[in-house]
């Protein structure tokens, strides 16, 4: 039988919103890189915020709650 070529495809990152070369040396290479840094920081940074914000909210909806109960008796 007659081998052919198959390709690789290509991967996708989920930080910078690209694709790159599916390969150990391309991928290696990005994510050594400045932007997908930069990304990783920025997405990092966004979590936490999220998070903080997140925890801010439940706690304010406990105090509410509670202000109620205490009405309420």
């Known amino acids: 039988m007659t081998e052919y070529w ?9 930080f910078c919103k690209i694709y790159i070369a599916n390969n150990p040396l391309s991928i290696r290479t990005h994510e050594i890189g400045k932007r997908h840094k930069d990304n990783v920081t920025k997405r990092l940074a966004t979590m936490q ?5 997140k925890e801010k909210e439940q706690q304010q909806a406990a105090r509410a709650l509670k202000q109620i109960e205490a009405v309420s008796l």
């Open 6 to 14: 198959v390709s690789q495809g290509n991967k996708w990152c989920d």
């Open 49 to 53: 915020k999220e998070g903080a914000a």
